[in-house]
C-alpha cells in the first residue's frame, strides 16, 4: 500500500524567509502524482501544487516550488519570501495514475510564519 | 462560480444519535469523496463515488456509516448510532471528469463533528 510521510509536524519560518517542507512516499508505482495541499484556520483545503511523476523538471507556482526526487521517492515543498497568509496545515498527498482514485495524505505540517 | 458546500459546519450530538451530514458538490463534477480527519489518524477516505455511482467504500469504519448519492448535485454521508470515537472533521470534495487523471481534488469547509 502507498504512503505518504511528512516528518516534520510543525514549522516555523519567519516574514519574508524561506521555508522547505519535507515529504517521503512509498510506491511500488511508475506513474503517479504528488501534491500539496494548504489547510488554513478556515478548514477548506486548497491545492497548493502538483507534481506529475513524470515530468523530470519541478513544478513552480509563483513563491511555491517542489524539489522532487523520484528515486528518493521524496516530494519537499518550498515556499519563498514566506507571507503571514502562508500560515496554514500543509499535506502532501500521492495518487497513482490510473486504478483508484484514492488520495494518500501525509500526516500534515503545520506551519507559523512569524512578523 | 460557488465551491463544495457542506452542512452543517459544526454538529454536536450525543452518543446513539442518528447524524447526517450533507455535500453539493461543485456543478459539472462527476467524482465525489467523503475524507474523515483526525489528529490521530489524518485524513482517510470514507467512499468516493463515480457519476453518482459507489466505487470504493472501503474506507468505511464499520456498518454504522452510510453514504448515499441520490443524483449529481448531492450526497449525504449518515452515522447511525453515533459513538464518541466518530469525532472529527468530515469533508467532502469533488472533481471534474477532465481531471480524473490528475487527480486533483475541490473540498468544502468540512463539518466538524463532536459526539459526547
Known amino acids: 500500500a502507498q504512503t505518504v510521510t511528512q516528518s516534520q509536524p510543525e514549522m516555523s519560518v519567519q516574514e519574508a524567509e524561506t521555508v522547505t517542507l519535507s515529504c517521503t512516499y512509498d510506491?511500488?508505482?511508475?506513474?503517479?502524482?504528488l501534491f500539496w495541499y494548504k489547510q488554513p484556520p478556515s478548514r477548506q483545503m486548497i491545492l497548493v501544487i502538483r507534481q506529475e511523476a513524470y515530468k523530470q523538471q519541478n513544478a513552480t507556482e509563483n513563491r511555491f516550488s517542489v524539489n522532487f526526487q523520484k528515486a528518493a521517492k521524496s516530494f519537499s515543498l518550498k515556499i519563498s519570501d514566506s507571507q503571514l497568509g502562508d500560515a496554514a496545515m500543509y499535506f502532501c498527498a500521492y495518487k497513482a495514475q490510473g486504478g483508484s482514485e484514492k488520495l494518500v495524505f501525509g500526516k500534515g505540517t503545520k506551519l507559523t510564519v512569524n512578523p | 462560480d460557488a465551491g463544495v458546500i457542506q452542512s452543517p459546519r459544526h454538529e454536536v450530538t450525543e452518543m446513539g444519535q442518528e447524524v447526517t451530514l450533507r455535500c453539493k458538490p461543485i456543478?459539472?463534477?462527476?467524482?465525489l469523496f467523503w475524507y474523515r480527519q483526525t489528529m490521530m489518524r489524518g485524513l482517510e477516505l470514507l467512499i468516493y463515488f463515480n457519476n453518482n455511482v459507489p466505487i470504493d467504500d472501503s474506507g468505511m469504519p464499520e456498518d454504522r456509516f452510510s453514504a448515499k448519492m441520490p443524483n449529481a448535485s448531492f450526497s449525504t454521508l449518515k452515522i447511525q448510532p453515533s459513538e464518541p470515537r466518530d469525532s472529527a472533521v468530515y469533508f467532502c470534495a469533488s472533481r471534474h471528469r477532465r481531471l480524473s487523471n490528475t487527480g486533483e481534488l475541490f473540498f468544502g469547509e468540512g463539518s466538524r463533528l463532536t459526539v459526547l
Open positions: 510506491t511500488s508505482e511508475s506513474d503517479y502524482y
Open positions: 456543478s459539472g463534477h462527476n467524482s
